[in-house]
């Protein structure tokens, strides 16, 4: 075990040498990408160059350099991120980081804690229109000292499009399994106020039997007072209707069938001086679920969810001769109205508190915290954490962290019921101490990082039963040791005439269950163990580009897949034509509940930019 870690080491340290020799690319280079980069999601503002925590940002170029037309598809393309679909267009997937659960992992939009209370399978019903994103920064490892609940084993943080040039797009898709997509999208630039605008619609008839969605999507930021206090406003609508063959029971359970809509209405500013900045939001969050078991019959089995989150929160950082101080209140209550789930809220309250401390020429960073939680249900937690880096020259950078992280159990975990299954009100919060160490090395065409993690974790929620015939029963059974590695790197070259951009990444993950003193258990842990990414973008021309994604994927359990995907970019301004190829080599994989995914299809896309 030790030596895969060692290896891992020394191929970093060879590739960091072998780059100082490499012939200087000046267009579209990684650091230039990367070092204008504030992570601002959380109270203290750092450079992503000058952070000490894991964090991955999917840049807008990134994000066009994909061949992905969605955030779900997106984000599978990093290793370190799992992402189990059910079926296309990432009309339902969950989200795990570093091996976590769905729901240990926290979606932030622009900063806002968009957790759904229900259960974490809602998560990435919030995920936005790629049309519309900026960026997304995934930091990974314990992030409750930053972010409060939800943040276990990490968060993802969507940046939106702020303060576009005057534009007017059209959109249309249309591809394999009845696949039409349309969108719209509206910027404006006015003298005091800006506003981006984007409706889109995706249907498809479905890849197998009772597959097919209808996913319609409104989104509006608007920023007034531009010229004295800026208002940020960010508003979304999203709702999807999808038939799920053997989403959520067994693989038999072929008729079921979900709707969900979401949204979100959140209010933000910044009032900043020489010293201090203050970050104050206002938000609410809405999702309702339902669940059908059979599509043709709801009264057979049907759920309906309807949950709301309405929050505040202000944030500070005080800069003096003693170095960064940030400070921060979030508030807010969680309501849920449910046929199975009963009638319930909660009110949270968090205080955070760190500082940031630079030594030794501003060589040393130093970085205490902890986060105070209240909840009304259950009481008060507290949650420290520690983060140091040392820059040991203009390019390389040595950073580790350690913390402590938990997770308040969701409303199905504590009450849901059905005729195999019986939640738990007496459930405790999941808890973890997590330790990171990692190298990062950027120069102006070539950047690489190795992280080495470890998480011990108690109380995990499992659902187990002695007998055949007994109900899964949740309860605070687990414990979890996990540990690994993640190497990633991204080489800008020059092949002939074409500039080439190439990123390979590779996560090494194992999980230590201890033994369950029970006959059955629901939750076997089966995560990506081996995980590698890659991606070659090339530019042939100023106009024509192409690109192709690489993943392979093996589980704890044996399971393994690759599957390569690849896109042809064509600008014709005002025009520009795509052609999406998507699992190119028909590999016949699952990546949940024995669900199968797609076989080899295509999208064709045209967009208008009008003038």
Do not use: C
Not at 56 to 79: E, H, R
Not at 310 to 337: C, Q
Not at 343 to 362: S, Y
Request: zero cysteines; a neutral charge; aromatic letters at 12%.
């Amino acid at each position: 075990m030790k030596n895969i870690y060692i290896v891992a080491f020394s191929l970093l340290i060879s590739i960091i040498v072998k780059a100082q020799n490499k012939p200087i690319v000046e267009q579209d280079s990684v650091r230039e990408q990367l070092k204008e980069v504030i992570i601002n999601s959380s109270r203290i503002d750092l450079p992503f160059l000058e952070n000490s925590r894991t964090i991955t940002i999917i840049t807008s170029k990134d994000i066009k350099q994909s061949a992905a037309t969605n955030v779900a598809d997106l984000l599978q393309q990093f290793a370190g991120v799992d992402i189990r679909r059910r079926g296309t267009s990432g009309m339902q997937a969950d989200l795990y980081i570093r091996g976590g659960s769905f729901d240990q992992t926290l979606l932030l939009i622009d900063g806002i804690k968009v957790e759904d209370a229900q259960t974490g399978h809602h998560t990435m019903n919030m995920a936005l229109p790629i049309e519309v994103i900026e960026r997304i920064e995934i930091i990974k490892g314990p992030a409750a000292r930053v972010f409060g609940q939800n943040a276990f084993t990490g968060a993802i943080n969507i940046v939106t499009k702020k303060n576009q040039e005057n534009l007017m797009s059209l959109g249309i898709q249309a591809g394999s399994y009845g696949q039409k997509n349309a969108s719209v999208t509206s910027a404006s630039n006015l003298k005091n106020s800006s506003h981006l605008v984007d409706v889109s619609r995706n249907i498809s008839d479905g890849y197998r039997f009772n597959t097919d969605y209808d996913n319609q999507n409104y989104f509006i930021k608007s920023t007034f007072n531009k010229n004295a206090l800026p208002i940020d406003m960010i508003t979304s609508f999203s709702e999807r209707k999808f038939g799920a063959n053997g989403f959520y029971a067994s693989p038999a359970a072929i008729n079921q069938y979900e709707e969900t809509q979401t949204s979100l209405v959140g209010f933000s500013s910044q009032i900043k001086n020489e010293k201090l900045t203050l970050k104050p939001r206002l938000y609410w969050r809405r999702n309702q679920d339902e669940y059908v078991f059979v599509r043709q019959d709801p009264s057979i089995f049907r759920n309906l969810h309807q949950t709301n989150k309405v929050g505040a929160e202000i944030n500070m950082e005080y800069r003096s001769h003693l170095g960064v101080t940030g400070f921060g209140v979030d508030m807010a209550k969680a309501y849920l109205s449910s046929n199975n789930l009963g009638q319930r809220n909660r009110f949270m309250t968090t205080v955070f508190f760190e500082h940031l401390f630079k030594l030794a020429h501003d060589k040393l960073d130093i970085t205490p915290g902890v986060a105070i939680n209240y909840f009304s249900d259950f009481k008060f937690h507290a949650f420290p954490g520690l983060d140091i880096g040392y820059r040991i020259n203009e390019t390389l950078k040595v950073y580790g962290n350690i913390g402590y992280t938990y997770r308040i159990p969701t409303y199905t975990d504590l009450f849901y019921s059905d005729p195999a299954t019986v939640g738990d009100e007496n459930l405790d919060p999941e808890e973890a101490i997590a330790q990171e160490l990692g190298l990062k090395y950027n120069t102006k065409n070539f950047s690489a990082s190795i992280a080495l993690f470890n998480r011990d974790a108690n109380k995990l929620i499992d659902y187990v039963k002695e007998n055949v015939d007994d109900r899964w029963q949740a309860t605070n059974i687990r414990k979890l040791n996990t540990k690994g590695f993640e190497l990633n790197t991204d080489v800008n070259f020059n092949l002939g005439s074409f500039t080439q951009l190439l990123n390979l990444s590779y996560s090494f993950l194992e999980d230590d269950v201890k033994d369950l003193n029970v006959n059955f258990s629901r939750y076997s842990i089966n995560s990506l163990k081996h995980h590698v990414t890659s991606r070659l973008s090339t530019q042939f021309t100023n106009k024509l580009s192409q690109n192709i994604v690489y993943k392979y994927a093996q589980r704890t359990n044996g399971d393994s897949y690759a599957v390569v995907d690849a896109s042809l970019n064509l600008n014709l301004k005002p025009f520009e034509i795509f052609i999406m190829a998507n699992n190119i080599f028909n590999t016949e994989y699952t990546e949940t509940n024995l669900v199968p995914m797609p076989k080899g299809n295509m999208l064709f896309g045209l967009t208008y930019h009008f003038k």
